[in-house]
């Protein structure tokens, strides 16, 4: 069983591919051809990229920022969790000290 890496193109790839392919005289088949790309993924990014032109490729799997309330919301709640996870800790702590 021989194992397949899966590629990755970045957005800028996608969207030139995208663009050659809504403006070339050229079938969805032969442009993916020429680029090396499946049709499929060819089809599927331009869906994506007529359904919200302004950011259809927005990275690979990194959040993106948003204003700079929700990124000090963001930054509140990890800061939360930790605090959570450090009084778990010491309770814990306390607890196996206290048995002895």
């Known amino acids: 069983m021989t194992k397949t890496t899966r590629r990755v193109f970045d ?7 995208v663009e050659l392919y809504i ?5 969805g088949q ?14 599927k990014w331009k869906r994506r990229c007529l359904a919200s032109s302004d950011d259809c490729f927005p990275g690979t799997g990194h959040r993106q920022p948003g204003t700079p309330t ?3 919301i963001r930054r509140l ?12 800790i010491l309770k814990k702590a306390a607890a196996i000290f206290l048995e002895k």
Do not use: H
């Open 70 to 72: 929700e990124e000090e």
């Open 11 to 17: 957005a800028e790839f996608k969207r030139k591919a």
């Open 23 to 27: 403006n070339s005289d050229k079938t």
């Open 30 to 43: 032969e442009v993916a051809g020429d680029l090396g790309i499946s049709p499929e993924a060819l089809y």
């Open 77 to 88: 709640k990890a800061e939360i969790s930790d605090l959570k996870m450090e009084r778990d």
